[in-house]
Structures are given as structure tokens and as C-alpha cells.
């Protein structure tokens, strides 16, 4: 019998089962939403002349080897003499080039060859980019014992928890641990930290199963820990943070004095236990709440706390809210309010413009805040889509851009559609001087911007990246910016139809045969 097709709504729930919640699949420390609106990216990249300080002799040492390693490899008699060498590397220098090695040519690193050479020294670096590493790999790791104190075992998701739990008892002066993306790290392998790994500084737990009550002995046993990251762990809700917050936080004296570091984003945590987690935290400088269910982080906590970075993108804060909470931290440098209102990246409610709480009159009054802030050097409005939608001229977008975002190093206006090329004015010179803004990244993807913004590009003397994917600049209007942008080094061109399609990926090549020709 032949199976009935399933009726239209199915396929399309289906489909809708298979595309991930907005912004779940983003790198920790990148908040750049609408950057993967595209599937097709058009990067164009070129070497500048580098103004640094000339690189010490181990450093040419090593990049000479790893650019002829694969004529070495070739080669019988050269490849016995290189792998001798190899067990001749003071431990202080394996670390640098293994990171060389992993990044250039992973296929010619074997299990043999990195559990022989290169697990050794202070810190050990495997990720799952590197096909030769597996489950001996990883538990081969025990060997480095008391010398090892940085471990970093990333996007291993299919090893199961007993393996990272086995490494950890014969590393008892670990300090830096990183488990990001290994999906199965769970109670195991937390609380054999907790047991084994006293003076641990950084625990990173971002993409595991870590449960909260599994974190109970790691807070009491490492008191020395600075860094705590916990992102996109499943089954985070109040309910189960509760059993954490029984544990420790009862005791009204318990106080984790030395987290600096706390990052809570993609968890199901709302203000309850968010702020009960806050307060215990004195001392914090750099927090992420982003994607959480948080409605008013405690502004007094922070403040007291000195915070220096924060990331708020996509939660439902209100827009007075956040100029009050923002107006208390006069440290801030970084600050990321990316799609506020969004709820947790529901697609639904960051593709209604209604749902978000950013407007111009809250950038307006975030503007009169952060123009007196002489520390801030990064900040991230990406994909609010209200912004600009009262004044395409002038008014709020112009005003901050002014004031606020020609003075940070960083800025992100992604997805901000009614962004236009008259808001950019804002990045003329403003003093007599004619100083340059202080951007090197500016990303203004999916936005409004055309040709008219050249001139205004063109003032940014100092930037490294630029991004205007998804925009009506022309490869004319960006050969004038490219002029005058000499530590330019990065362009995204993805989906400009005013760029042809073969420039997009090699623009700088096309600007140097135009010069030529003019």
C-alpha cells in the first residue's frame, strides 16, 4: 500500500522544524544577526603592510615550517628527520605551532602524530575541525598532567561525558577549561572539575548538557574561578536553577567574590533567578544576558559591580529601562542591544516590527547618555527595526551616529532597514582638526545605504572591516572609499546587485586594475 502524502501544512511545519531559532546557531562573542540572512557570503580580503613590531625569530622559525610541511611530508627521509626535531620542541613552543598546524593543514595531522608531538606544555588546544582527533585523542590528554593548565576541547558534540570526565582527574593544575560545543559534557565531567581542578579560573561550559545542580560543587570547591560561561545549555529553566539556588545560595553568606565573567545568554532564566545569580556576583565586569527571558536585570547589582560589557540583544527589556540601566554604568566599553523586544530570537516577534521596544526616542535618550562615556568603544543595534521608521532624515540614527558611534572602534547597525546615507553625515569630520572617526568595524548589512553614503565611508580612515551586504552600494562609490581607507582589509559585498557577482569576492583586485586604467 503506498503511504499518503502528507497534506501541505505538515511539509510546512516540517520545514519549520528544521530552521533554527533566531540567532541559536551565533558565535559566542558575535552579535551580527543579519548577517545570516545571506547563505551565499562574498568576502573580499587583502594584506596591508603591517605596522606592528617585527615578529621574534621563533615565530619566523615556525612559519617557515608549517609553509613547508607538506614538501617535508613527501619525503621519506625528510619526514623522520622533522619528527625528530618535533620531540626536540621546548614545551613552551608546541602550543603556537600546533595552533599554526591545526589552522593550515589539519588533513596531514594524525591521532599518532598529535598524541606523540603535540600533547605537551601549558596548554592543550584540540577542536573538531582537526579529522584525526578522536576519543583516544582526547583521553590520550591525561599524559600532560601537572604541567597542563589551559584545556580547550571544542565542538566534540558525539563524545559522551565519561570521556572529558576521565581526562580531568590527572590534570590537578588546570586553570582555563573549555568545553564549548561538546554536547554531551554533562554532571560527570562538572563535577570531576569540581573535584580534580581546585584552582580553575575559567570554566567554560557554552553548548553542553551541564545541568545547573551539577554546578554546586564547582562554586563552592573553586573559589578562585574569574570566568563562568554557561550559554545554550538545554533544560536551563527557573525550576531546575532552583535546585542550584538551594544549594549555594541560601546561605546568605555564600558570595562568589572573584567571578568577573558571567555569561547566561540562551538560557530560560527570567528575572527571579537572573538577579539572584547577580547578586551573589559583586565584582562583575562583563555579563551576557542575551536571548534569555529577563525583563529587568537588577540595575543596582551591576552598577555596583563596575560592568564594562554587556549584551542585552534580543530580550524584552523596555526602552526605559534600559536608558536607566544603562545611564548607571559609566565603565561600560562594549554594550550589545541587538533586536530588543525580539523574546528570546522568536522568529515571530523579530519579524514583527510592533515587538520591538527600541525606538528613536529610546536611541534618542540612550544617545544624551552614552555621548558623555569616554570608554566606550564597542556597540551593537542590530536588527532593530523601528529605528528610523519616524524620521528617514536626520533625527535619532544621525544624532547617535554623531555623537556616539563615530567615537567606538566598533559598530554594528545591521538590520536597521530604514537606515539611510544621509544618517551617516554624522561621520564628517566634527573639529577643525579634521580627526578621522575611530571606527575599524563598521557593519551596516541589510540597511538602506547607497552610493550617497561614499563620501561619508570615505572620512573612516581607520577602518580594517567593512560590511554592506545586502545594500545598493556600487563598485564606483566603494572604489572612492577604498581610497582613502589604506588599513582597509575586509569587505562583505554579499547580495549587492550594484557590485557585479565575479568583483565580490575579489573587489580589492578590481580596485587595483581601476586604479591602473585611471
Known sequence: MSKRKAEPSQRLAKRRRGVPAFGAETEDDRVNL???????????TRSVPSTGPMPNLSVLCARSFVTNLRALHETRDDWEITLKW????????????????????????????????????????????????????????????????????????????SVFATVLPSTPSLRVLVLRGCAKVGSATAEAAARSCPLLLTANFNYTAVPPVALVPLLKNCSDLRVLKLAGIPNWTDATFAKLSSAVFQDGTFVLRNIQTLKLRQLGLSDSSVNTFLARCPNLTRLDLSFTHVHRPFPAVLAAA?????????????????????????????????????????????????????????????????????????????GNTKLGVTSRRGGALEYFIQCVG????????????????????????????NRPPKLEQL?????????????????????????LAGTKISSAGLFSVIDTCPKLQTLNLTSCRSVSVTDRRRFFEAWKHNSEET
Open 34 to 44: 543579519a548577517s545570516s540572512l545571506s547563505t551565499a557570503s562574498a568576502f573580499s
Open 86 to 161: 618535533l620531540k626536540l620542541m621546548p614545551d613552551n613552543l608546541v602550543p603556537k605551532l600546533f595552533a599554526m598546524l591545526r589552522s593550515s593543514c589539519p588533513q596531514i595531522l594524525t591521532n599518532a602524530m598529535i598524541t606523540s608531538y603535540f600533547l605537551r606544555g601549558p596548554s592543550i588546544i584540540l577542536t573538531s575541525d582537526v579529522p584525526a582527533v578522536n576519543r583516544i585523542t582526547i583521553l590520550a590528554v591525561a599524559g600532560a598532567g601537572n604541567s597542563l593548565h589551559e584545556l580547550h576541547l571544542t565542538g566534540f558534540a558525539k563524545f559522551a561525558d
Open 306 to 382: 563596575t560592568v564594562e560589557k554587556l549584551s542585552l540583544t534580543s530580550t524584552a527589556i523596555s526602552g526605559a529601562d534600559v536608558v536607566a540601566l544603562i545611564s548607571s554604568l559609566p565603565h561600560i566599553k562594549s554594550l550589545a542591544l541587538g533586536a530588543l523586544g525580539g523574546g528570546q530570537g522568536s522568529s515571530v516577534a523579530i519579524g514583527n516590527t510592533s515587538a520591538m521596544t527600541m525606538t528613536d526616542q529610546t536611541l534618542e535618550s540612550l544617545t544624551d547618555v552614552l555621548k558623555h562615556s569616554e570608554q566606550l568603544e564597542k556597540i551593537s543595534l542590530v
Open 406 to 433: 563615530r567615537k567606538c572602534k566598533y559598530l554594528n547597525l545591521s538590520g536597521v532597514h530604514h537606515l539611510q546615507s544621509l544618517h551617516l553625515t554624522g561621520l564628517l569630520p566634527q573639529d577643525t582638526e
Open 443 to 467: 557593519i551596516l548589512n541589510n540597511t538602506g545605504v547607497d552610493d550617497d553614503a561614499t563620501p561619508y565611508l570615505a572620512c573612516c580612515s581607520n577602518l580594517v572591516v567593512l560590511e
